[in-house]
């Protein structure tokens, strides 16, 4: 499987559709023994492993009438199949211990890498198809991503599995041209948000929808919480959260200012940060309604089970950094599509709280939502900053408006925290803010209430 990797380029995995290779859960297929036929192409290579010169004949016959069969049976229209898609078959096949026809690949529009969704079928069970993500691998960046998807899959978590390849402490760099996660991914649904969107109309099971997303995230932050040890010996830095790069990499940029000009907000942001408690966690950092994905069984939709991907911004942080993220993508999304969406953040974090103390077991970890006030609010005036401005939005209507929702709610935090007692940490956020903002016409009511 190796060596089949280290032969598949990204570039040959083109986009199209392969349908002519369902052909392959005939009887004549399923004569071919795939194990073996991996064994004849090692033998080819030079590998130690030797078979009887007649049983490999007769194998590479079965192949070849295999191959003649599809070739003679495509559909016009249809893409012969380029060899990097047949390698890639091998591939699953062998991961999969069965045969895997590729139906179809596709194009997915991901601004931070390429990747390309492959659907497939498997012999042994050919009414359902399945798919993995194949994207553009670094030697440097996709070992960290296999290595992380690897832990976090071992821990029980629903999420990608790394396919064909399994992480090794004494790597250090990725070898391949590409990387392919399954797991969640195989039989992965809508978006989230497209699964919020079809049930606009029971605003409750919307809710629901939220409370089991609460669960999950108590799970890994527990789970992975009590793993650190093994993100350490695979050499993973779980550094602590970056809050002036996320206001530099959000904020300032989606204000298209100087650097510079934010520096003062940042003080003013980590001065408020360090009023929390010290409890601290392993947190995903990046768990909006794009990195969470349902699960289909069948054509159904499971509107209770997710996964969640892309763990790149991992970091040790507060708890509430992850529930603050996920609950401000997601009530936008809800009151986008569902007026009548009235439910509360404090509603949510019952669900996360239960979870957590039910599954923290004999760990030294507790999760008081009483207790924990200062943190929730800190960090929902930290993540009303991060989402008031988006670097990558350019409808000037959209950015107005997701100003405005922002900039309220960040308000109210600060009023909050004022009547905790911090008004000076508080005072000195409005400061900034009123300094940064002032040629937002759109914003001055709110800002000078």
Not at 177 to 186: H, K, N
Not at 201 to 225: G, W
Not at 255 to 269: N, P, T, V, Y
Not at 427 to 432: D, H, Q
């Amino acid at each position: 499987m190796e060596y089949l990797l280290d032969k598949i380029r990204f570039e040959g995995i083109e986009s199209g559709d392969y349908e002519q290779k369902l052909q392959v859960c005939t009887p004549q297929f399923k004569s071919f023994n795939y194990r073996e036929s991996c064994g004849i192409k090692k033998s080819l290579i030079g590998t130690k492993r030797t078979l009887d010169t007649t049983y490999m004949s007769h194998a590479v016959k079965i192949k070849a009438n295999v191959r003649s069969i599809l070739e003679s049976e495509q559909t016009p229209g249809q893409k012969s199949k380029p060899l990097d898609i047949e390698r890639l078959e091998e591939v699953l096949s062998s991961s999969y211990n069965v045969n895997v026809a590729i139906a179809s690949v596709n194009d997915i529009p991901v601004t931070r890498k390429k990747v390309r969704e492959v659907y497939f079928i498997r012999d042994d069970d050919p009414e359902k198809l399945y798919k993995v993500w194949v994207f553009k691998a670094d030697p440097v960046a996709t070992l960290k991503e296999l290595t992380v998807y690897h832990i976090i899959y071992k821990q029980g978590i629903p999420t990608g599995k790394p396919i064909g390849y399994k992480p090794s402490e004494s790597d250090t760099t990725y070898p391949y041209d590409i990387a392919i996660l399954g797991g969640i991914v195989e039989n992965a649904g809508d978006s989230y948000n497209g699964v919020l969107r079809n049930m606009r109309m029971l605003p409750d099971k919307i809710f629901q929808t939220a409370k089991d997303i609460a669960e999950i995230i108590a799970d890994y932050h527990i789970k992975l919480t009590h793993a650190k040890g093994e993100f350490a010996r695979y050499g993973i830095d779980l550094h602590e959260a970056d809050t002036g790069r996320e206001i530099r990499e959000r904020f300032i940029a989606g204000l298209g200012i100087e650097e510079k000009l934010g520096h003062s907000l940042i003080d003013a942001c980590i001065g408020l940060q360090s009023t929390q408690s010290g409890l601290n966690v392993v947190s995903h950092e990046d768990i909006n309604e794009k990195n969470i994905v349902s699960v289909k069984s069948g054509d159904a939709i499971l509107y209770r089970k997710f996964g969640v991907i892309d763990w790149a911004s991992i970091a040790i942080n507060n708890p509430f950094s992850d529930l603050r993220d996920f609950w401000i993508h997601h009530k936008r999304q809800a009151l986008n599509i569902c007026s009548e969406y009235d439910f509360s953040f404090e509603e949510f974090v019952e669900s996360y709280a239960e979870r957590f103390q039910k599954e923290k077991g004999k760990h030294k970890m507790d999760f008081d939502k009483n207790k924990l006030r200062t943190d929730s609010l800190v960090q929902s005036v930290l993540w009303n900053i991060y989402e008031m401005y988006d670097p990558v939005r350019d409808n000037p209507e959209d950015i107005k408006d997701k100003a405005v929702i922002h900039c309220q709610a960040l308000w109210d935090d600060l009023m909050q925290i004022e009547a905790f007692g911090n008004k000076a940490h508080a005072g000195r956020i409005k400061k900034e803010l009123k300094i940064l903002l002032k040629d937002k016409p759109y914003l001055h009511s709110v800002l000078n209430s």
